[in-house]
């Protein structure tokens, strides 16, 4: 039966799947009123505010699109647009040049200020603050590459200036041939917020950028009693005089790894795979043994660790090095056999000097062999009178099974140190979970961030001032997922009878957000039109999707309704 020309239907189906979520969090941490309310911008002369344009790159971002900016519309084209970024707002509005100035109104408030204040209401909305600080905090820094020039040739550069240097430098791309940036964070270790970032020049050093993130940045992480984190986290590039009076100044905890260059730490471990006996139990697959020392002036607690883990991954690499080291040394060896000695003491002098040198080896049934010449060729008559003598030297190479032991072991082991000399407050476990965090913390955000899916694929921006508040986009979906796996693992915690189903159908109560995505991933908003009623319909939201958006709260189920 056909229906009268009143009453006919148009139906337009839009994508919302898991951007209903980002939408939510970005709006539950109050990122964009606080943006709108931060930064300076003529409304009258812009159709989306610079908190909906953040908000828009965002879920970009998080949309696993690999779209470019100037395909922002293209992006925004099947999806409740309105819905997800902000009443009025059309995928036309969201275009290169709104996004553009978006970016410039960014970078012109600065950065890393404006970013310090959204990632502190983040953490106070999620209640994250104890005492109303980061209780630890992970400082590590990676390198971005980037495409054509920018200003890495220009003279009197300054970088004071708040524009960094797009520059060759250490890369962690191990593409030594392109331009980069590098992005700072100090990453909290409970929900693994990203509560400072900052960009710097590509050829910034660790080292440097440490200190100057202690003096000027830890600020940023106190609590309202004026007090600093109660510990930080570094890899070995952080343990530098410079770097240790710094935290010594600002009365900062510190947890670091230490270099095998310095003096100190490379005859602690030589004495290990000397005498590995002194080891004793840490964790599950760890032994260790702790004491005390002073290193530029400040007194500290040093573990010495051994980890079966990394003995695993030591042994290819040491019978490599071996194997090359033993081929080395039988080639010297069979041309020190080679060569002639006028008496027996200079062939022994000469053993022992090669003795000295051997690192893999050991020489096995050494001698002395006299070797007479005659006149004459063929066997000498017994009386015949040698016309000189010479000296050779004879014996074996054998490798010690002793040698690899204890490259293995040496191999195997690591440093770590603190200046909190109290275990009662910080036990030696404790400061072994602190440091593996480092990989768990801010090393999966920078993972995350390098995503071929992610957003990083878009840092061929023309500006550098661009760039770096691209970084700062980058690190605001970092918090924004990370707030979201956070909250939603604590709501299934709260409510103990609720699950999802994890990858093989089993319930979890703590999904990753980006599996949380994939459950999400069918969901679409059917918009139904009449000549007087609009009606929208959310398409294939299962029942423990349904359920797990009632806990979170009315912004999602508004979202999804």
């Not at 909290?188 to 710097?200: G, V």
């Not at 980006?514 to 319909?537: G, P, Q, S």
Request: glycine residues 8%; charged residues 30%.
């Amino acid at each position: 039966m056909l229906r009268p020309m009143s009453e006919i239907e148009t139906y337009n189906s839009e994508t919302l799947e898991h951007l209903g979520l980002v939408a939510g969090m970005f709006d539950e941490l109050g990122i964009g009123e606080l943006v709108d309310e931060l930064v300076p911008q003529d409304l009258s002369q812009r159709k989306v505010s610079v908190g909906q344009a953040l908000k828009a790159m965002v879920l970009n971002g998080l949309g696993f699109a690999n779209r470019r900016l100037y395909l922002m519309p293209e992006f925004f084209r099947n999806k409740p647009t309105e819905r997800l970024v902000g009443a009025g707002v059309s995928p036309e509005h969201l275009n290169d040049d709104a996004l553009g100035k978006a970016l410039d109104g960014l970078h012109a408030f600065g950065l890393t200020e404006l970013y310090r204040l959204i990632a502190r209401r983040a953490a106070e909305r999620l209640k994250l603050l104890r005492g109303g600080k980061v209780a630890m905090a992970h400082l590590d820094t990676t390198s971005f590459h980037v495409d054509g020039r920018y200003n890495s040739e220009e003279d009197g550069f300054d970088e004071d200036a708040g524009v960094i240097r797009v520059s060759k430098g250490y890369s962690r791309d191990h593409r030594k041939d392109l331009n980069q940036v590098v992005l700072e964070l100090i990453t909290e270790s409970r929900a693994n917020l990203p509560m400072m970032m900052r960009t710097l020049s590509g050829n910034a050093s660790d080292k440097a950028s440490f200190k100057d993130a202690i003096e000027r940045h830890v600020g940023q992480l106190q609590g309202d009693d004026g007090g600093p984190p109660s510990m930080v986290v570094t890899d070995s590039a952080g343990f530098t005089r410079e770097c240790l009076a710094a935290c010594q100044r600002h009365g900062l905890g510190w947890v670091m790894s230490v270099p095998s260059t310095v003096g100190e730490a490379r005859r602690r471990l030589e004495e290990i795979a000397e005498d590995p006996e002194k080891l004793r139990p840490l964790a599950e697959g760890y032994r260790y043994t702790a004491f005390s020392t002073t290193y530029a002036g400040v007194e500290q607690r040093w573990l010495v660790i051994y980890s079966e883990a990394a003995r695993e991954r030591a042994a290819k690499a040491v019978d490599k090095r071996l194997l090359k080291g033993g081929d080395q040394e039988r080639k010297a060896f069979d041309g020190l056999r080679r060569e002639t000695f006028h008496c027996p003491e200079d062939a022994w002098r000469a053993l022992a000097a090669f003795r000295g040198t051997l690192r893999v080896l050991e020489v096995h049934s050494a001698d002395v062999v006299e070797r007479r010449r005659y006149k004459s060729a063929g066997k000498p008559p017994a009386d015949a009178v040698p016309e000189s003598i010479d000296y050779h030297l004879d014996g074996a190479l054998a490798a010690p099974i002793t040698v690899r032991q204890r490259r293995l072991i040496r191999c195997s082991c690591f440093i770590l140190a603190t200046n909190e000399l109290d275990e009662g407050v910080l036990a030696d476990p404790e400061v072994l979970r602190a440091y593996k965090g480092q990989s768990g913390k801010v090393e999966r955000g920078f993972r995350f961030l390098k995503d071929p899916m992610f957003l990083a694929s878009t840092l061929y921006l023309k500006r550098v001032e661009r760039v770096m508040a691209l970084l700062m986009v980058m690190t605001v979906c970092l918090l924004v997922y990370a707030a979201l796996e956070y909250r939603i693992r604590q709501t299934l915690a709260e409510h103990e009878l609720e699950s999802v189903p994890d990858q093989k159908g089993k319930p979890t109560r703590r999904p990753t957000a980006k599996w949380v995505f994939e459950l999400f991933m069918d969901v679409h908003l059917l918009t139904i039109t009449a000549e007087k009623t609009i009606r929208r319909l959310v398409l294939n939201l299962r029942e423990e999707l349904k359920r797990l958006l009632e806990l979170m709260g009315p912004t999602y189920m508004e979202l999804y309704s």
